[in-house]
Nanobody, 123 residues
Framework: QVQLVESGGGLVQAGGSLRLSCAAS????????MGWFRQAPGKEREFVAA????????AYADSVKVRFTISRDNAKNTVYLQMNSLKPEDTAVYYC????????????????WGQGTQVTVSS
């Protein structure tokens, strides 16, 4: 098990950028694949990005491809989500999640979740 704490959310104007961080506790962070998900009011939680334990083969939702970049620093037990060219429709609570095994897009396969960080993009 790992404990996850997100940070870096906030209010930004459309076209702006934010970088989210997710700090993980535990010695086995480097064995976990990590995902970012988001949930807007009244909507289901949706996949944003994921990255394998090794840092290779990142995957993105079509809606964020090119604009968002997921990365990780296993020495710091941290995964990042760089978000550029933000749009009002990116407004949501963003969650990071961890699972042992391959990085996949389905939230139900992740065992560990952070508490979320709010991202609000104004038009």
């Amino acid at each position: 098990q790992v404990q996850l704490v997100e940070s870096g959310g906030g209010l930004v104007q459309a076209g702006g950028s934010l970088r989210l961080s997710c700090a993980a506790s535990g010695r086995t962070f480097s064995t976990y694949s990590m995902g970012w998900f988001r949930q807007a009011p009244g909507k289901e939680r949706e996949f944003v990005a994921a990255i394998l334990w090794s840092g290779s083969t990142p995957a993105y939702a079509d809606s964020v491809k090119v604009r968002f970049t997921i990365s990780r620093d296993n020495a710091k037990n941290t995964v990042y989500l760089q978000m550029n060219s933000l749009k009002p429709e990116d407004t949501a609570v963003y969650y990071c999640a961890a699972r042992q095994g391959v990085a996949i897009r389905h939230a139900g396969f992740y065992d560990n979740w952070g508490q979320g960080t709010q991202v609000t993009v104004s038009s």
